[in-house]
Each structure stands twice: as C-alpha cells, then as structure tokens.
Nanobody, 123 residues
Framework: QVQLVESGGGLVQAGGSLRLSCAAS????????VGWFRQAPGKERTFVAT????????YYADSVKGRFAISRDNAKNMVYLQMNSLKPEDTAVYYC????????????????WGQGTQVTVSS
C-alpha cells in the first residue's frame, strides 16, 4: 500500500506562485513515476505533470509548460510541483498519484492517489 498526502495549496493572486508537496508513505515510490493531476469544479481530472523515478525525465501538459516544474527527492519520498505565473484557470484541486502502467498522460495509468489540495487563483 502507498499513501500519498498533498499539501501547499491555498489562495493566491494571478501571477503569483505556489509550491505543492506530495509526501509518500507505506511502500516507497522511489521506483515509480509520480504525477500531478488537477480537477476543476464540474470538469474531469486532467494531467498536469509527471516525473520518472530517477527524475531524469519530466512531462507536462501544454497548458502549464514553462510555468510549472515538477521535481522529486527520493531520499525523503517527496514530489513537488512548483507553480509560477499562476492564472485563474489554474484553479482546481490538485492530486498527486503514483504511476502504475501505461501512458503518463492518462489517469487510468495511476493506481494510488492522494486526497488533493485546493489551489485557488484570484484575478
């Protein structure tokens, strides 16, 4: 079993920054890719970013490229999402998830999820 806990969400003005953290416990996630997804009210949960187990490769949704950066610290079992130049359309609940199998871009490829952290960007 893997437990994932997100933190770092909050209310920020447009143009501001937030850093989300994902803490893993139980079985280590150091050998797995870990991703971030987000879900806005009334919308589907969509891919934001993923980092491979070594951190050597990262993948981003087009909507966040150049603004968000995903990183990880395997010694601490932590994954981070640095979000800069935030926009009101980034408002959503953000989830971290452990990748299991398949394309990084699809939620079905992830088998463990955190409870989410709310990010609200005001205009």
């Amino acid at each position: 079993q893997v437990q994932l806990v997100e933190s770092g969400g909050g209310l920020v003005q447009a143009g501001g920054s937030l850093r989300l953290s994902c803490a893993a416990s139980g079985r280590p996630v150091s050998s797995s890719a870990v991703g971030w997804f987000r879900q806005a009210p009334g919308k589907e949960r969509t891919f934001v970013a993923t980092i491979t187990w070594s951190g050597a490769s990262t993948y981003y949704a087009d909507s966040v490229k150049g603004r968000f950066a995903i990183s990880r610290d395997n010694a601490k079992n932590m994954v981070y999402l640095q979000m800069n130049s935030l926009k009101p359309e980034d408002t959503a609940v953000y989830y971290c998830a452990r990748h299991y199998s398949g394309s990084y871009y699809y939620r079905e490829a992830y088998n463990y999820w955190g409870q989410g952290t709310q990010v609200t960007v005001s205009s």
